[in-house]
Nanobody, 123 residues
Framework: QVQLVESGGGSVQAGGSLRLSCAAS????????LGWFRQAPAKEREGVAA????????YYADSVKGRFTISQDNAKNTLYLQMNSLKPEDTAMYYC????????????????WGQGTQVSVSS
């Protein structure tokens, strides 16, 4: 059973930083995509960043480019999202997800999801 468990969320002031973690287990895919998504109240879930393990390619939403960095520690089976220069509009529930093939911007293409971790940024 694939399990994804996020942690690291919290409340920060604008300009601050947070690092989210996603502990992954229960999968044996050779190449796959790990992604971070977020959903703010009354808004659709949107892709934030993703990494394809086959060639280590990374992808970012335009709104977070230059501020967020996605990385993966294979030894720890953990996905990270380093978030710097946080803005109030980054406030959302953040989810990690896994897809058994190439990355996609569409949340429905990802097969497994974590329970989410809340990020709140105050001005």
């Amino acid at each position: 059973q694939v399990q994804l468990v996020e942690s690291g969320g919290g409340s920060v002031q604008a300009g601050g930083s947070l690092r989210l973690s996603c502990a992954a287990s229960g999968y044996t895919y050779s190449s796959y995509c790990l992604g971070w998504f977020r959903q703010a109240p009354a808004k659709e879930r949107e892709g934030v960043a993703a990494i394809y393990t086959g060639n280590r390619s990374t992808y970012y939403a335009d709104s977070v480019k230059g501020r967020f960095t996605i990385s993966q520690d294979n030894a720890k089976n953990t996905l990270y999202l380093q978030m710097n220069s946080l803005k109030p509009e980054d406030t959302a529930m953040y989810y990690c997800a896994i897809r058994r093939t190439y990355c996609s911007r569409i949340s429905g293409d990802f097969e497994y999801w974590g329970q989410g971790t809340q990020v709140s940024v105050s001005s």
